[in-house]
């Protein structure tokens, strides 16, 4: 059995003579929650896409499970476990809440979508659908448009659409972008039951500092496309590679707004 859940090896992408991700050796322990954290332009959102699939690495290698996935598609990432979310949400709007999740269950489990087919004939994923929507607080919205969500819970409902793809490994980009102040709470709710339920392995970006010491078990610095520094919350905030390169001017991000 392979020691890390997700494994990267002089993982390096560049964009022309910029080198967005350069060499990054990284190892994430399965059944842990790591947040990535580092300035704006530090790599963290293509270093996620170099994982999930959505960028070809220029060089280096992605291992899930001890097994070389480096040349596979999103979607075969995704079969095998690895679930992506995004900054910006991305779920079907003119589809109920229920039938968002519901699509997802029925395609984890094999189904395809089958349009010919009446839904009532997957009622197992519709229950399946309604059991996630308690999970992250959506249950009494089932029958509400996407559409006419507010932000703060069409990030729930998007979290809720990937726990239906049945992922061992959760990717969260950013999931407190756009909201206001009032909706936070909720979703960093959803993701400290997550953590809690110690079903999933999660690896977080974000730029609240609060939330991710609070969270986390260890977190993972990113500086110019490079690994600058990996552990415990405590390590990383007494780390004077860490304080000297940015960190002082990220508390000033997160005080000032």
Known sequence: MAEWLLETKGLAVQFGAHQAVGGVDFQLAPHTFKSIIG????GKT???NLISGQLKPTAGSVHFQGRDITGLAVHERTRRGIGRSFQITNVFP???VLENVRLAAQAAGKAGFKLFSHYRTFRQFEQRAEELLQKVHLGTRSD???KHLPHGDKRKLEIAILL???PQLLLLDEPTAGMSLEEVPAIIE???ELKQSGEHTILLIEHKIDLVLDLSDSLAVLYGGKLLADGT???IMNNERVQ???LGGLYDDVVNG
């Not at 300035?39 to 530090?42: D, L, Q, R, S």
């Open 46 to 48: 293509t270093f996620f």
């Open 244 to 246: 000297s390169a940015y």
């Open 94 to 96: 003119n589809l109920t």
């Open 144 to 146: 509400q448009l996407a």
């Open 164 to 166: 239906a793809l049945e």
């Open 39 to 42: 300035p704006n332009g530090a």
């Open 190 to 192: 959803v993701i400290r």
């Open 233 to 235: 919350p405590e390590e």
